[in-house]
């Protein structure tokens, strides 16, 4: 079955970090660029962060409001995107989506979806 | 950055009835333009991309249109399993959703 499987979140103490992994499974993970989404309670959608697949390099963009503080990387021999998420604040707690992002003629279009981990950041 | 306007942000509706979405960008995005449906505890689906074209396995009464800056997300007949949350997305720049429209059982 072609799915994301995202673990890792939890309740955590401001400042500290949290690992959340996205599993995919049932197609060539390594072919897509991979991005991490959140969606904070009672709030929309804002997008986290973002890594290439590795013919482009397995390069990495954040959201101003994550960037020197979370980290996306990706291990395709396992088929596994990571966000690494450090100083954490109140302000981090949120619903994270992994989803997959494919291009067609060029239109990018999140085409796979998690069904999402909560973190919670909380003293 | 760019900002995606959704209206409305709730609407009340009978299952048979034709649904309207609108979606407005700040500025130009072309046809870059997509539209997910979220149902609580689910994973978000994508049902529209490219502002007109209907993705592989989503069922034909959902048709999307539109350019530039205004966009509309259409349900000819409603079904029972369409009451959701909807989303528009541009994939012009860096991703930006609506604010979304949720869709209730009247």
């Known amino acids: 079955e072609v799915q994301l499987v995202e673990s890792g979140g939890g309740l955590v103490q401001p400042g500290r970090s949290l690992r959340l992994s996205c599993n995919a499974s049932g197609f060539p993970f390594g072919d897509y660029a991979m991005r991490w989404f959140r969606q904070a309670p009672g709030k929309g959608l804002e997008w986290v962060a973002f890594i290439r697949d590795k013919l482009y390099g397995a390069t990495t963009e954040y959201a101003a409001s994550v960037q020197g503080r979370f980290t996306i990387s990706r291990d395709d021999s396992k088929s596994i995107a990571y966000l690494d998420m450090n100083s954490l604040k109140t302000e981090d707690t949120a619903v994270y989506f992994c989803t997959r992002e494919r291009n067609t003629f060029g239109y990018l279009s999140l085409d796979l979806w998690g069904q999402g981990t909560l973190v919670t950041v909380s003293s | ?106």
């Open chain 2, 1 to 106: 950055d760019i900002q995606l306007t959704q209206s409305p942000s709730s609407l009340s509706a009978f299952v048979g009835d034709r649904v309207t979405i609108t979606c407005r960008a700040s500025q130009s995005v072309a046809s870059y333009l997509n539209w997910y449906q979220h149902k609580p505890g689910k994973a978000p689906r994508l049902l529209i991309y490219a502002a007109s074209t209907l993705e592989s396995g989503v069922p034909s009464r959902f048709s999307g249109s539109g350019s530039e800056t205004e966009f509309t997300l259409t349900i000819s007949g409603l079904q029972a399993e369409d009451f959701a949350t909807y989303y528009c997305q541009q994939s012009y720049s860096f991703p930006t959703f609506g604010g979304g429209t949720k869709v209730d059982v009247k």
